[in-house]
Every structure is written in C-alpha cells, then in structure tokens.
C-alpha cells in the first residue's frame, strides 16, 4: 500500500492484505509501499483473476450475471452465514451452517426453487424491492 512510503501508514488496507495472503508478504507490501503485478495478485489470492483490457467489461458482466442468478434471498442468507462461520472453529462451523441450511430450507424462495426442479421449469425467485 502506497502509505509505506510516506508519512502515514495504511492500517484500513492492512485488515484485508493481511487477511488474504500470508504474513511475509503481506508486511512487505505495507511496508515498502511497491505495487505489485496483477498476475502477482492473482498468484498471491489477492485477485480471483486476470484478463486483458479490453475483455474487462464483458468479464465483468458476466461475473456480475453468474453472481446474481438466482434467488437474491438465499444469496444474502448465504453470505451472511459465509462471514458468519469462517473464523468458527470447524465443527462449530458445520453445526452453524447446518442450522443455516434448515431454517434456509423454509424460505418461500427455497420452496420455489424445489418446487421449479421437480416441475422441470425455471424458478420465478421474489426480486429484491
């Protein structure tokens, strides 16, 4: 992060660099302040992936359009119970997102999606308002 060579330390960037790639590295990027190469980044777990510029918007959209198909209830309970979970301990984990699944399994956009796979149709999921 760029405050490595300066005055003022960046400790906002160093909650998620430290939380994504491993201690050596981490501390080098905060304290040198060097940029590093996106393929570096993606190496290192900093980035899911690397494409040319000009396929960025159309990789874009169709990162967007695969995140958000399907029920935006279900995905909200899903990342809630992913940030939730992920530094319990892991039987405590799988206990929690067993109780997640259940309680999950009642929502009417659950219902619809069995419901659609068993008539061999698509889910007509609730928009968000």
Known sequence: TPGGKGGWFC??????????????????????????????AAEWGLINRVVPPEQLVEESQRLLEAATRGSFISKGMGKQAYYTQIDLPQHQAYAYAMEVMAAASQVPDAQEGMHAFLEKRKANFKQPS
């Open 11 to 40: 400790t906002t960037p160093m909650v998620a660099v430290s939380r994504n790639i491993g201690r050596k590295r981490a501390l080098e990027m905060l304290l040198t302040g060097d940029t590093i190469h996106a393929h570096t």
